[in-house]
């Protein structure tokens, strides 16, 4: 497996990706817009095709995840902690201060993978995810011994 970044060339792909791990998918306009755009940046997880990707945004001293995104068939093979961190070092590279994300409260794989990986709970979106389940926002500080 291999990490690349990604480009709003590749807004397709992760569009497509999108579709096989979420409910309420992003369209190949909207990533591109977020790829395009201030602080955009992306990496896509890869074997001989596009396995997963991550795509965050760094602006002002803070970093966020927008969305993390691993075909199902690819799960548990660390594809999602090797994205995770590589974002992390890159945003830590840029100067960011802080690294942040939303996950569903129900996402128990996702929230175990964030918090080995240093973030910690740092408040809550209330009915975030299709205006039904609770976002948890979680933090890792950066560049203090982050």
């Known amino acids: 497996m291999k990490l690349r970044p990604a480009t709003s060339d590749d807004a397709g792909v992760l569009a497509r990706m999108h579709r096989t791990a979420f409910e309420a998918p992003?369209?190949?306009?909207?990533?591109?817009?977020?790829l395009d755009g201030p602080g955009g940046f992306a990496l896509i997880a890869q074997d001989d095709e596009p396995l997963?990707?991550?795509?965050?945004?760094?602006?002002g001293g803070e970093a966020e995840v927008l969305t993390l995104a691993v075909d199902p068939a690819a799960r548990r093979r660390g594809l999602g902690r090797a994205l995770v961190q590589?974002?992390?070092?890159?945003?830590?590279?840029?100067?960011a201060e802080a690294f942040f994300l939303e996950?569903?409260?129900?996402?128990?794989?996702?929230?175990?993978?964030?918090?080995?990986?240093?973030?910690t709970w740092q408040g809550r979106r209330p009915k975030y995810y299709q205006g039904v389940t609770d976002a948890l926002i979680m933090r890792r500080r950066l560049n203090r011994g982050g």
């Not at 992003?26 to 977020?34: D, N, Q, V």
């Not at 997963?52 to 602006?59: E, K, P, T």
């Open 103 to 119: 996950v569903a409260e129900d996402n128990h794989a996702a929230i175990s993978l964030y918090q080995a990986l240093r973030f």
């Open 86 to 95: 590589e974002a992390v070092n890159l945003a830590r590279a840029g100067g």
């Open 26 to 34: 992003w369209g190949e306009a909207e990533i591109a817009a977020l």
């Open 52 to 59: 997963g990707f991550i795509l965050c945004r760094a602006i």
